[in-house]
């Protein structure tokens, strides 16, 4: 089962000219393995409100994924809430019940550690995959396996980033 932190993860390409392409990331970090589900959390907009990221959410829910988005972003610090909380939980319930023989998360955020002792310690493996910017050895050393996405082939091209032809990010994403 696939958990990706959907922010920390983009962070990490935003100062380079490509996107990042998630359908070929979780067939790459899979393999031969059969993939339960593949979840993407985020944060949205509260209902009503003018949310660039409902076209990207729902582009990912036709390739398969499973998006769990909370209506928690902080518009005055520019920040996301709740999310990495909801995530933990799940990964950790999905562990618990059984629904997973191993957990790949797609993040460098420490904030997973507890939940990946936890998983680890209900008898599953754990494999992280980040970019070397955003992870520490924490992290690293907290997984059964780390995958270094800078070394597998998951971007695509996209138009550099000039003024005038500038997309929003959420556009700049698809």
């Known amino acids: 089962m696939m958990f990706i932190d959907l922010r920390n993860i983009l962070k990490s390409v935003d100062t380079i000219p490509f996107n990042l392409d998630l359908y070929t990331l979780a067939v790459q970090l899979v393999g031969q393995r ?17 949310d660039a990221s409902k076209r990207y959410h729902d582009k990912l829910r036709y390739l398969g994924f ?10 005055v610090r520019q920040e996301q809430k709740e999310v990495d909380v ?21 993040s460098g955020d420490r904030d997973f ?26 992290v690293r050393q907290s997984a059964d396996k780390f995958h270094e996405l800078e070394k597998m082939p998951l971007l695509i091209m996209s138009n550099p980033r000039g003024e005038s032809d500038r997309l929003s990010e959420t556009e700049e994403w698809l």
């Open 34 to 50: 059969e993939l339960v589900a593949a979840y993407v959390f985020d944060s949205k907009m509260p209902f009503g409100s003018d």
């Open 66 to 75: 499973r998006v769990i988005a909370r209506e928690s972003y902080d518009s």
């Open 86 to 106: 909801a995530m933990a939980c799940e990964m950790v319930v999905h562990a618990l019940r059984g629904h997973y023989d191993v957990a790949i998360v797609v």
């Open 113 to 138: 550690v507890p939940a990946i002792q936890h998983i680890q310690a209900a008898g599953k493996k754990v494999e992280v995959a980040a970019f070397s910017n955003s992870v520490g050895a924490v």
